[in-house]
């Protein structure tokens, strides 16, 4: 049973306009969510974090959306560049207000690519 | 550049041989945490310490598999009679707040 989801195996955008990566989540018990970004044959990077208390957080050009009564996550990408095309992972934790998150969960991933 | 290493990048074995992979994080990080990635899907959840202490292992972590952290600084992750489904890259973590910084893996082959 997936608990964070990612339905779009893959998604390709042009140089400058803006990439949406979705994530879904079942789990309520999820409490703080991150993105991470991996290139081929690394590990993944960490990009950007939400608390469930938000429902934004911005940095730079990435901005994550928290829309916790649809229990849907999105990672806005703006204005996107080649060298964002990697593979980004939705990640959830649960515990974290109560002092005993754990580990990470994530989703399958999303190939994304940016066209020159 | 996350400061957490793992050793060795790649590794190639033959089925039924045992190997052990290393990691090492920055000496900040209090958690660490093993995962596993096969292709097209994201990383799984292996096992977790805390300082030396392990304090959570996955239904993934077969017998075959055992994880140590001596002395709460670096970990070893070993595979007992390695099996072709054994074939993934082996990631480590390392965290003392609450995003996980990851080493760049092992790449583990089974033939």
């Known amino acids: 049973d997936q608990q964070v989801k990612q339905n779009s195996p893959s998604l390709s955008v042009q140089e400058g306009r803006i990439s949406i990566l979705n994530c879904d989540y079942t789990?309520?018990?999820?409490?703080?969510f991150l993105w991470y970004k991996k290139y081929p044959a690394e590990g993944p990077t960490f990009l950007i974090s939400?608390?469930?208390?938000?429902d934004k957080n911005e940095d730079g050009r990435f901005t994550v959306f928290l829309n916790k009564s649809a229990k849907h996550l999105s990672l806005h990408i703006v204005p996107s560049q080649p060298g964002d095309s990697a593979v980004y992972f939705c990640?959830?934790?649960?515990?974290?207000?109560?002092?005993?998150?754990?580990?990470?969960?994530f989703g399958s991933g999303t190939q994304l690519t940016v066209l020159p | 550049d996350t400061g957490v290493s793992q050793n060795p990048r790649h590794k190639i074995t033959k089925r039924g041989q045992n190997v052990t992979f290393r990691c090492d994080p920055i000496?900040?990080?209090?958690?660490l945490y093993w995962y596993r990635q096969t292709l097209g899907q994201g990383p799984e959840f292996l096992t977790y310490?805390?300082?030396?202490?392990?304090?959570?292992k996955s239904r993934l972590l077969s017998d075959r598999f055992s994880a140590e952290r001596p002395k709460g600084s670096f970990s070893t992750l070993e595979i007992q009679r390695t099996e072709q489904g054994d074939s993934a890259m082996y990631l480590c973590?390392?965290?003392?707040?609450?995003?996980?910084?990851f080493g760049q893996g092992t790449r583990l082959t089974v033939v």
């Open positions: 990640a959830a934790l649960s515990g974290v207000s109560s002092g005993s998150a754990r580990q990470l969960t």
């Open positions: 789990n309520s018990m999820f409490d703080y």
């Open positions: 939400i608390s469930s208390i938000k």
């Open positions: 000496s900040e990080h209090n958690r």
């Open positions: 310490f805390q300082n030396e202490a392990q304090l959570e």
């Open positions: 973590a390392g965290t003392s707040l609450l995003e996980a910084f």
